[in-house]
């Protein structure tokens, strides 16, 4: 997705992601597997076709774009920039991340430039669905709401670029669900429920620069100047090398998919479909690049799939009917 070239697509209850390095995280056993394996299948569960006093909307517009440039300056970009530097001398260091005030769901890359810029609007929508799917898997009983959360949001998102002003807020999935402001605070009294949704967040992110660094690195050329077919092609291979990228750098694209995959049907019904792949392709073969398959030969990720509602078989299933009629790549 280059600008040029391409578009993406209490506390507690409003908590944003402050991407510390990992070496900084607390220790949680194999929270890591299994927080990869239960997040991901809310991915493989949803069509990929659906669409006490708070903070201001500003306030947390503001918060989210400061934990965005930190993520990327703090955890991101120097494990893209290791992982790059000999394939790549010096592109990472030359590229400028802008996180801009636009309530839109597509990220852009300036190829020429060598600039990511990234509407604060979609890392919203990537927080809120985050933050959704947090609570839900404390809360598995919520699972059936979240499908219906997931097509609210994404509709909200779509009419807020469709109209003049500041990107929105959405409800919160807890007001959505009916959970308690008490026990939403008591989930995230526990430090495992923030590192599950701060690097939720530090995995969707890097995915999302991986793909616009994709478009840079790759030489794209606009999306305005080539046949459809062939900006489809770009975007595919974008989508390729931020798979790759985020496997080598230690991010994982499994989880990173989660939340981004409700954004590639939105690109579609803003008009976009024809210059870019159908979104299920898009997610499976992200899935299929990703550390899908180490999660689910993992017993502990194992057991965060089946505490997420499916079995391993099943979500192999799952992924060959979201496949079925996609061109090879």
């Not at 606009?222 to 991010?251: M, V």
Request: glycine share 8%.
């Amino acid at each position: 997705m280059n600008e040029a070239s391409r578009e993406t697509g209490g506390a507690g209850e409003r908590r944003v992601a402050l991407a510390a390095p990992r070496g900084a995280q607390p220790k949680v056993g194999d929270l890591m597997w299994s927080k990869r394996a239960a997040i991901l299948l809310v991915a493989c569960l949803l069509p990929a076709s659906s669409l006490g006093a708070q903070p201001s909307a500003e306030e947390i517009m503001q918060a989210l774009r400061t934990a965005t440039i930190r993520s990327w300056e703090v955890r991101i970009k120097p494990a893209f920039g290791k992982t790059l530097e000999r394939e790549y001398p010096g592109l990472v260091d030359a590229v400028r991340l802008e996180v801009v005030p636009y309530s839109d769901f597509n990220a852009f890359a300036d190829v020429g430039r060598r600039r990511i810029a990234v509407p604060i609007g979609f890392v919203s929508g990537v927080h809120t669905i985050a933050h959704a799917a947090t609570l839900t898997y404390y809360l598995p009983g919520k699972r059936p709401d979240l499908e219906a959360y997931v097509a609210y949001a994404a509709r909200t998102y779509l009419e807020a670029t469709q109209k003049a002003g500041e990107p929105v807020v959405p409800q919160t999935f807890r007001e959505f669900a009916g959970i308690s402001s008490a026990q939403n605070e008591q989930i995230f009294q526990d430090p495992k429920a923030s590192y599950l949704l701060e690097s939720m967040m530090v995995d969707s992110l890097a995915l999302i620069f991986g793909h616009e660094l994709g478009h840079i690195a790759l030489r794209h050329k606009p999306s305005g100047s080539i046949p459809a077919a062939e900006s489809r092609r770009q975007e595919t291979a974008a989508d390729a090398f931020a798979a790759r990228l985020a496997l080598r750098a230690g991010f994982s694209a499994a989880a990173g998919v989660t939340t981004t995959y409700v954004f590639f049907a939105l690109i579609d019904a803003g008009g976009r479909k024809s210059t870019h792949p159908e979104p299920p392709c898009r997610i499976v073969r992200i899935l299929q690049r990703s550390d899908l398959e180490t999660i689910m030969n993992d017993k502990a990720g194992r057991a965060g799939i089946e505490r997420a509602g499916k079995t391993v078989p099943q979500i192999r299933e799952e992924l060959r009917k979201l496949g079925q009629g996609c061109a090879p790549h």
